[in-house]
T-cell receptor, first 117, second 114 residues
Framework: GAVVSQHPSRVICKSGTSVKIECRSL??????MFWYRQFPKQSLMLMAT?????????EQGVEKDKFLINHASLTLSTLTVTSAHPEDSSFYIC?????????????FGNGTRLTVT | AQSVAQPEDQVNVAEGNPLTVKCTYS??????LFWYVQYPNRGLQFLLK??????LVKGSYGFEAEFNKSQTSFHLKKPSALVSDSALYFC????????????FGKGTRLSVIA
């Protein structure tokens, strides 16, 4: 159980275009999902917390107008990278907990490798 | 503020030998500690956690970790390493307040050599 599906796994786009990444909890409902960004040989950086039915909470330094998050249902959150630039190229990973409370582990999607040319 | 330190970028171990991946942490309250493993171009997989109770916790794939409060450590261990254990390992911590995000260490690449 506790499967998080992320799509697409890889995407290449041209500079200036927008890319949408989907994150779905397949066998549980997630009122909260988390979006991370991982640079090569570096740790995960929390970008934002996605809240079902309300606005996402962004971490300091993350541009909310560039990284649009929508959490329209209890099983789906989307991250849209708008007007992408080469520096946005990265590995984006979503995650969710099956239960509220910090003692419950995060379950991660398989990530999306974004390459902006 | 919460923080996690994984002092080793790389750990090399021969197959069949015991392995240890080190982690130390800093939190203001009581820690919730986690270990995750990441294979190339994949998300993270949960291995084990310490919330409360016994200091030695056992997890997936034969891994275990020991919580040491005085040393603020949570080292990951396995008695006998497999080549298939080669991956990137992340330690993570949050405090028990419920209001703080999970903070990850920078990761340790484990290489098990046949």
């Amino acid at each position: 159980g506790a499967v998080v599906s992320q799509h697409p796994s890889r995407v290449i786009c041209k500079s200036g275009t927008s890319v949408k990444i989907e994150c779905r909890s397949l066998d549980f409902q997630a009122t909260t999902m988390f979006w991370y960004r991982q640079f090569p040989k570096q740790s995960l950086m929390l970008m934002a917390t996605s809240n079902e039915g309300s606005k996402a909470t962004y971490e300091q330094g993350v541009e909310k107008d560039k990284f649009l998050i929508n959490h329209a249902s209890l099983t789906l959150s989307t991250l849209t990278v708008t007007s992408a630039h080469p520096e946005d190229s990265s590995f984006y990973i979503c995650s969710a907990r099956t239960q509220t409370g910090g003692e419950s582990p995060l379950h991660f999607g398989n990530g999306t490798r974004l390459t902006v040319t | 503020a919460q923080s996690v330190a994984q002092p080793e970028d790389q750990v090399n171990v021969a197959e069949g030998n015991p392995l240890t991946v080190k982690c130390t942490y800093s939190v203001s309250g009581n820690p919730y500690l986690f270990w995750y493993v990441q294979y190339p171009n994949r998300g993270l997989q949960f291995l084990l956690k310490y919330i409360t109770g016994d200091n030695l916790v056992k997890g997936s794939y034969g891994f275990e970790a020991e919580f040491n409060k005085s040393q603020t450590s949570f080292h990951l261990k396995k008695p006998s390493a497999l080549v298939s254990d080669s991956a990137l390992y992340f330690c993570a911590v949050r405090d028990d307040s419920g209001n703080t995000p999970l903070v990850f260490g920078k990761g340790t690449r484990l290489s098990v050599i046949a």
